[in-house]
């Protein structure tokens, strides 16, 4: 079994885990236990030193866990492993990035970083394009690398509604805090302009359309489902409320969208730039949502979940 795009952190263990529970509760009791082996996929810059020195902790021989750990470093885009040598593929949170920000977009989105308020139909069109060539490339190389009936598990990202209508409490107020840096000479234009974010969140109608036409599996099951801010962070934010003057919810915000953007903003501003940056993200954050109706600050994201089977012929 393979679980692509696993990161490194202390939770990258266990998709891997609950597969195996998965397998020996499906087993009849006085069965003996399957032998495991699974690999770990991510890009190559990944820590997978710090997965391996986890795995006594989490997969050691007090767990009952029979199972090999191997990594597989490289492009979920490309061809991984061996034809027909998987049984289950795994991938969450992973899907929604692009390998690459899709050309010719420089040009044309420079008030944004992302599909954003005022990006042009060509931006999003673009954004679509990269994402169908993306999505095929990934479906063909894991049908090839699938045993016949061998099964995918995906989880990602995706858009309740088939409108691109922007990110107003996340993606955008950063390309509002980075405006304003540029205007305050605080960054260059031409770093701001070259600046796109390689992620697209999908429609559950795209996927379908998709999926259909690489041919290569069949689509079990997809659920769409709709998550509430309020719903999942409530602890989380009143965590935040320190008894300053700053909005709870805002500084979740941040940090949220910190952990994701933080290595790309250094990157490409420079690690100087990252503190004020977020800091004036999350003043901007706090404004937006103080001038929000209550509908509007019901903040809601959509996880999309399938579930496919490579076909025999």
């Keep these: 079994m393979a679980d692509l795009g696993c990161s490194s952190g202390p939770n990258a263990l266990l998709p891997t885990i609950n597969m195996m529970d998965a397998v020996r509760e499906a087993c009849p009791p006085d069965a003996d236990l399957p032998e495991f082996q699974?690999?770990?996929?991510?890009?190559?810059?990944?820590?997978?030193?710090?997965?391996?020195?986890?795995?006594?902790?989490?997969?050691?021989?007090?767990?009952?866990?029979?199972?090999?750990?191997?990594?597989?470093?490289?492009?979920?885009?490309?061809?991984?492993?061996?034809?027909?040598?998987?049984?289950?593929?795994h991938s969450s949170y992973s899907l929604h990035w692009l390998s690459q920000v899709p050309e010719g977009i420089e040009k044309m989105n420079t008030r944004d970083i992302y599909i954003g308020e005022s990006s042009p139909t060509e931006v999003v069109e673009a954004y679509v394009k990269q994402y169908e060539k993306d999505l095929t490339a990934f479906l063909r190389y894991r049908a090839d690398e699938l045993?016949?009936?061998?099964?995918?598990?995906?989880v990602l990202l995706g858009r309740g509604t088939p409108l691109h209508t922007g990110t107003p409490y996340l993606?955008?107020?950063?390309?509002?805090?980075?405006?304003?840096?540029?205007?305050?000479?605080?960054?260059?234009?031409?770093?701001?302009?070259?600046?796109?974010?390689?992620?697209?969140s999908p429609h559950k109608d795209e996927m379908k359309e998709i999926i259909e036409k690489e041919g290569s599996l069949t689509l079990d099951r997809l659920e769409v489902?709709?998550?509430n801010w309020d719903n999942i962070?409530?602890?989380a934010v009143a965590e935040e409320d320190d008894g300053s003057n700053g909005s709870p919810a805002a500084k979740f915000l941040t940090k949220t969208i910190r952990a994701v953007m933080e290595p790309m903003v250094?990157?490409?501003?420079?690690?100087s730039v990252v503190d004020p940056l977020f800091l004036r993200y999350e003043q901007l954050v706090a404004r937006r949502l103080a001038a929000a109706d209550d509908e509007k600050k019901n903040l809601k994201f959509w996880n999309l979940s399938l579930s496919l089977t490579k076909k025999s012929n």
């Design 147 to 154: 045993k016949p009936g061998g099964r995918m598990v995906l």
């Design 266 to 271: 250094a990157a490409h501003f420079g690690e």
């Design 171 to 200: 993606v955008d107020p950063l390309t509002e805090a980075l405006l304003q840096f540029v205007s305050e000479g605080l960054i260059e234009e031409e770093k701001l302009v070259s600046l796109n974010v390689p992620s697209y």
């Design 233 to 235: 962070t409530g602890a």
């Design 38 to 89: 699974a690999f770990l996929n991510d890009l190559p810059d990944n820590d997978f030193n710090a997965i391996f020195r986890s795995i006594p902790n989490s997969l050691g021989p007090d767990k009952n866990h029979k199972c090999s750990v191997a990594a597989v470093a490289g492009s979920f885009y490309n061809k991984l492993f061996p034809s027909n040598s998987l049984h289950f593929v």
């Design 225 to 227: 489902t709709e998550m």
